[in-house]
């Protein structure tokens, strides 16, 4: 079984225009409303790789009852503490006209005083109490009123039980999670350049992705997978994929698609890789599978699947 992790729980609202016109009023009549947030995709799509998977979240406020029912309807296992925050909206905007995905994310309220301590209890019962938990996934950002200390607790406790642990978190709390050694770290591309070089990003973006910042990055990565013995994974949309195992550096080309809707394709990916990494496949073959699932997602509107 597969234990998912993520502090940030999200209801999402995917909006599909022909065009979009700024500055003006602009309708349609194609729209959906999902359960998501990067813990949740990563649920979703193990479900539909035919695994066993329980995600653990907080979850508080009015919107609560909405959110567990969207959960229902796509037969999701959850395991949630009490927090007193409302559950957030994040917003998809579908522009057919220039093929555009854009996200807007609402930041999340803090969690009441408590959460964390109900959170590692329920976090506890599934890592002492299920024979079967193999796998430990934690992805996303955590609300605010969580202490810096929450995540790598979890970790730390996971790899003391001997759990597989593979970890979508990026800034404080990769850092402080690495020294626990998880088996495989994948952020994306920037979020690795903002947590561990952020001189090379302005702008919110990275400076020039020449071949400099690529030996920089290189030497970064090659130094975290011998001192702590992880597998690295750095994503970077329809880009190659950086990859490192060991001393093994090496780049995969993406196999070029069109996407419906991008939103979730690196959770899928997350997946795809945790579903057959688990399994005993090596670490190239895993990446291959991460990225068939992370482009099945680009195909649907809905975000966080790789079928109907």
Known sequence: MFLTVCLNPTIQKTLHFSSVIPGTVNRTGIHRLDVSGKGINVTRVLSQLGKKALHLTQLGGDLRSLFLSL?????????????????RFCYTIINENDGSVTEYVEESAAVDEGTEERLLKEFD??????????????????????????????????KDKGLKVILDIKGNDLIESLKYQPDVIK???????????????????LINENDAIKEKIKSIILDITQKYQCHIILTNGGKKII??????????????????????????????F?????????????????MRCGILNAGFEKPGVIKD
């Open 71 to 87: 959960c229902e309807q796509d037969r999701l296992n959850i395991k949630w503490a009490e927090s007193k925050s409302q559950i």
């Open 125 to 158: 019962s599934v890592l002492y109490g299920a024979a079967d938990l193999k796998c430990l996934i934690i992805s996303g950002t955590k609300a605010a009123g969580f202490s810096h200390a929450v995540i790598s607790a979890m970790v730390k406790k996971a």
């Open 187 to 205: 952020p994306n591309l920037f979020e690795f350049a903002a947590t561990f070089a952020p001189e090379l990003i302005k702008d919110n973006d």
């Open 243 to 272: 990859a490192a195992e060991g001393n093994n550096f090496f780049e995969v080309d993406v196999q070029p698609f069109k996407a419906v809707n991008s939103t979730g394709c690196g959770d899928a990916f997350t997946a795809g």
């Open 274 to 290: 945790a579903s057959v990494f688990e399994d005993g496949a090596n670490f190239k073959e895993a990446i291959a599978e991460g």
